[in-house]
Nanobody, 125 residues
Framework: QVQLVESGGGLVQAGGSLRLSCAAS????????MGWFRQAPGKEREFVAA????????YYADSVKGRFTISRDNAKNTVYLQMNSLKPEDTAVYYC??????????????????WGQGTQVTVSS
């Protein structure tokens, strides 16, 4: 089992940047692809970005492509989400999770388990 703790959220003005971290416990962290999702009030959880177990493959939602960068440090059991050029529509609670269902789509929340508690990102206009 993997336990996750997200951090780095906060309040930022539009155009600003934040770097989210997701620290994982468990010796099997490096064997999982990892994903970041977000959920705004009244909306479903949506895919943001994912990274393969080695870090060599990444996927992004069209809405964040070119602005967000996902990375990981397996030695530190941590995955990051660098968010630049933030927009008010990026406001949400951001979650990370390991992709436990390997044959499912990276963009499907159902492919992931062991969600963290999330970190709030608020972008003011």
């Amino acid at each position: 089992q993997v336990q996750l703790v997200e951090s780095g959220g906060g309040l930022v003005q539009a155009g600003g940047s934040l770097r989210l971290s997701c620290a994982a416990s468990g010796r099997t962290f490096s064997s999982y692809a990892m994903g970041w999702f977000r959920q705004a009030p009244g909306k479903e959880r949506e895919f943001v970005a994912a990274i393969g177990w080695s870090g060599s493959i990444t996927y992004y939602a069209d809405s964040v492509k070119g602005r967000f960068t996902i990375s990981r440090d397996n030695a530190k059991n941590t995955v990051y989400l660098q968010m630049n050029s933030l927009k008010p529509e990026d406001t949400a609670v951001y979650y990370c999770a390991p992709k436990t269902r390997t044959s499912w789509s990276y963009a499907s929340a159902a492919a992931y388990d062991y969600w963290g508690q999330g970190t709030q990102v608020t972008v003011s206009s």
